[in-house]
């Protein structure tokens, strides 16, 4: 959840854990230079990739009124 001093949102979804595809992990490593140095290698169990399915949000006045709907 999250607020601005106005509205806030919600965010309902499930997280997936795509840590033994090393073609994902490769690519997260090519993509950011500071990975190597942070200790993201294909051989490390602490890497671990996620992604998001499912999601849904909803953004609310400070009453609690839904304003929008996003499906993702």
Do not use: H
């Not at 595809?21 to 230079?33: D, G, L």
């Not at 140095?37 to 169990?45: F, I, R, S, V």
């Amino acid at each position: 959840m999250a607020y601005d001093g106005q509205e806030w949102i919600r965010i309902d979804c499930q997280l997936i854990d795509d840590s033994q595809n090393i073609k994902v992990k490769q690519a997260v490593i090519e993509e950011f230079e500071w990975a190597i140095e942070a200790g993201y290698t294909l051989d490390n169990p602490e890497f671990q990739v996620l992604y998001i399915s499912n999601a849904n949000s909803t953004i609310y006045d400070e009453e609690g009124n839904a304003l929008k709907q996003f499906k993702f």
